[in-house]
């Protein structure tokens, strides 16, 4: 079975690779995801049925094993504060930033987004304000393939625009 399976995963690499670079965003990320995914289905090979879809199979490996290590990554960036009392804190040699910049950043930003047309504008402000890509097309009543690429397509033009502002001021 275990040939059988190499040839499986061979023929949906790029499928798989293509799949863990939109859940992380960066190459590197998204190979240790793929290396991680590869060897825990050939780890696997006994779970897997044949005759059951083998790629379905494999994107799930995938989507878990990215979920779990988000969950993991979540967890080791949780502080919690055992000290008796508050004030210990916020004492020590610990600075604190000045959020000027970030204001006049999200300022320019929201600038920038009111020159979005309506179309992009508000499937970008949904998506800002956390909601998935399905709850938005839902809301919209919009196919989803299309608030991806309004999204998508608002982010290119507000890089575009921060780009030519930043080229002004400069």
């Known amino acids: 079975m275990l040939p059988k399976i190499n040839q499986q995963l061979e023929d949906i ?10 859940l992380t965003g960066n190459e590197v990320d998204a190979e240790d995801l793929y290396q991680d995914t590869a060897y825990r289905i050939l780890a696997n090979t006994d779970k897997y ?12 490996i995938m989507r878990n094993i990215f979920i779990n290590n988000y969950r993991k990554k979540v967890r080791r960036n949780t502080i919690l504060d055992q000290t008796p009392n508050n004030y210990y804190i916020n004492s020590g040699d610990v600075s604190v930033e000045n959020d000027g910049d970030t204001l006049i950043a999200y300022k320019d930003l929201l600038r920038m987004v009111s020159k979005l047309p309506e179309d992009f504008k508000r499937p970008f402000w949904m998506a800002y304000k956390g909601f998935k890509y399905d709850e938005i097309a839902e809301q919209l009543d919009a196919p989803l393939g299309t608030i991806k690429s309004r999204i998508f397509f608002a982010r290119k033009k507000l890089m575009k625009m921060y780009e030519d502002s930043n080229m002004m001021r400069a």
Do not use: E, H, I
């Not at 049925?49 to 799930?60: E, H, I, L, P, R």
């Open 49 to 60: 049925q044949d005759g059951t879809n083998f790629k379905a199979w494999a994107v799930t």
């Open 13 to 22: 690499t790029s499928s798989l690779r293509a799949f863990a670079m939109s």
